[in-house]
């Protein structure tokens, strides 16, 4: 069964707009919960991690993410998009190497 | 300090054929994962290697199957490749009990 579930396969925000993909997941123990980022045409990069430490995790490029254990979820926010943002990314469950099907960012100018 | 290099970047096969990838870990790390991306999907995993020996495996046939050098370097082999093969795989090393994995530019992979 899928251990992450991104809710959302595409999102669109505006320039200068706060940006939210969605992430659920479900497990039995405290998973260990990374955000990737896919530019196209280059290698996923790691923007933030989770492993039961803080559970507000800042990453690079201004994102930032929350456990939330009581809603299972693990949401990636930034206050403001930046056209470089435009990319896929995927929650990722990494104590069991399972990536979520990926949110595709589209960023209007 | 390189990161993660694989090769070749492209490959065109026919159904039926064998293919090999290649993947050089980043520099001290010695753990090697592989992972199939098909179009518009999120990666999956195939297998990881340390220490020479495939230590977890996805659920993928056995006609994938792999191999870890001395050095650290890894191989993917394919068999009988079959259209559904057809996929970006990408290659990501870590160290063992660190989580994090560093991701190579990945092989795109055509079955013909």
């Known amino acids: 069964a899928q251990s992450v579930t991104q809710l959302d396969s595409h999102v669109s925000v505006s320039e200068g707009t706060p940006v939210l993909l969605r992430c659920n997941y479900s497990?039995?123990?405290?998973?260990?919960l990374f955000w990737y980022v896919q530019h196209p045409n280059k290698g996923l990069q790691l923007l933030l991690k989770?492993?039961?430490?803080?559970?507000l995790v800042k990453g690079i490029n201004g994102f930032e993410a929350e456990f939330k254990k009581s809603e299972t979820s693990f949401h990636l926010t930034k206050p403001s998009a930046h056209m470089s943002d435009a990319a896929e990314y995927f929650c990722?469950?990494?104590?069991?190497?399972?990536f979520g099907t990926g949110t595709r960012l589209k960023v209007l100018a | 300090d390189a990161g993660v290099t694989q090769s070749p970047t492209h490959l065109i096969k026919t159904r039926g054929q064998q293919v090999t990838l290649r993947c050089s870990p980043k520099?001290?790390?010695?753990?090697v994962s592989w992972y199939q991306q098909a179009l518009g999907q999120g990666p999956q995993f195939i297998f990881q290697?340390?220490?020479?020996?495939?230590?977890q495996r996805g659920n993928f046939p056995d006609r994938f199957s792999g191999h870890q050098f001395p050095n650290y370097s890894s191989e993917l082999n394919v068999n009988a490749l079959l259209l559904g093969d057809s996929a970006l795989y990408l290659c990501?090393?870590?160290?063992?009990?660190?989580?994090?994995?560093?991701f190579g530019p990945g092989t795109r992979l055509t079955v013909t």
């Open positions: 990722v469950d990494i104590n069991k190497y399972i």
């Open positions: 989770y492993t039961s430490a803080a559970t």
């Open positions: 497990s039995s123990y405290s998973p260990s």
């Open positions: 520099s001290g790390h010695d753990t």
């Open positions: 290697y340390y220490e020479e020996e495939e230590r």
């Open positions: 990501a090393s870590s160290n063992p009990g660190i989580y994090e994995q560093y």
